[in-house]
């Protein structure tokens, strides 16, 4: 006996939809919520993934600047989610997360059929997230909720709710750019100890940029709705970009509502974004361009490394053509 996707689909009348935006850290995945969160109709939420012990257990800044706890938006979500934050049983949800929200899962979770206790399982966890998606939208009219939380197995966890109507937007950096970023030193200004993002070697980078973005595409392959999207498109054509994505996510925009996109600059205003990056916590008009510093600070010798551990995927997006000056073939690509 095992339980197959199709037992699970279509049970719900009302799905709550959300957009799960999708990818290795440092790959821009940040802005892009920050700029759909300007969109009418949706609500962004930060990395769900984090909320837990974070927010939680602790009493991380939210970018509306106050602490979680004092933060009136997230307390109703509490409030109208469990009857109380105090009700979560972050022990029970960490041990979970360990049991099945992990990259070496994915296979598990990306089969058509699994085992009903995995399935059990697979459902308690997902329950928790559910609960937060529907009293967020419930609570802002959002029709669409997102939760940028980036990592594939989250995603692929989601993918067996029946209350959950999802899109994936999966954002995609050239290696190099991300394991350069992966480098660098970045205070975490929410956190109450000045504590420092996480740094990566550029190999280690490399290899979690090969295994983040190959699940993404085979979440693609498995029935769910997934838009690839460069950063560097985002970065290129901001406009015509989010208009695609936004076309994708089933919003109805008019023009105007991309007003706050000007030439090389976004407008952004406050959000609840509850953990995630710290451009989370910018408000107002922040520059929107090309952050090539790896292009003249990187080391060749590393560049070379990193090149040749991502080749396979470096060449399907097609990163490898810009550095020979070939034309970028034709692919499936958010604003194309
Ligand atoms: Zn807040």
Not at 86 to 102: F, N, Y
Not at 224 to 235: D, F, L, S
Request: hydrophobic share 40%; net charge positive; proline share 6%.
């Amino acid at each position: 006996m095992s339980v197959k996707i199709a037992d699970t689909a279509e049970q719900s009348d009302n799905p709550v939809k959300v957009v799960f935006i999708g990818g290795l850290g440092r790959s821009g995945t940040t802005l892009l919520e920050r700029l759909l969160g300007q969109l009418p109709g949706v609500m962004p939420l930060g990395e769900i993934t984090h909320l837990w012990e974070r927010d939680l257990l602790g009493n991380e800044m939210c970018a509306c600047g106050a602490t979680f706890s004092y933060c009136e938006f997230w307390q109703r979500i509490g409030a109208a989610a469990f009857g109380s934050w105090d009700s979560v049983d972050v022990e029970r949800l960490g041990a979970l997360k360990a049991t099945i929200d992990r990259t070496r899962h994915i296979p598990a979770l990306a089969a058509k059929r699994i085992a009903p206790a995995q399935h059990q399982l697979v459902r308690e966890y997902v329950s928790y997230f559910e609960k937060v998606y529907q009293a967020a939208a419930a609570d802002t009219n959002a029709r669409v909720v997102v939760d940028s939380s980036k990592h594939a197995s989250l995603a692929y966890c989601l993918r067996w709710s029946p209350n959950i109507d999802l899109r994936v937007l999966h954002v995609v950096r050239d290696s190099r750019g991300v394991a350069y970023s992966w480098t660098k030193q970045v205070r975490r200004p929410e956190s109450p100890t000045g504590d420092q993002m996480t740094r990566y070697s550029p190999a280690k980078a490399a290899m979690l940029w090969n295994a983040q973005n190959a699940a993404f595409s085979l979440l693609a392959r498995r029935g769910v709705p997934v838009r690839r999207v460069r950063y560097e498109r985002i970065i290129q054509r901001p406009r015509k970009v989010i208009a695609s994505l936004a076309r994708f996510c089933d919003l109805d925009l008019v023009e105007s509502d991309l007003n706050f996109i000007g030439d090389g600059w976004a407008d952004l205003g406050p959000s609840h974004s509850a953990a995630g990056n710290p451009m989370r916590f910018t408000v107002g008009r922040i520059p929107i361009r090309p952050d090539e510093a790896w292009t003249d600070d990187m080391p060749d010798g590393t560049r070379r490394m990193v090149s040749t551990l991502t080749r396979p995927l470096l060449g399907r997006y097609g990163y490898l053509n810009e550095e020979t000056l070939v034309p970028e073939p034709k692919e499936v690509t958010a604003g194309e």
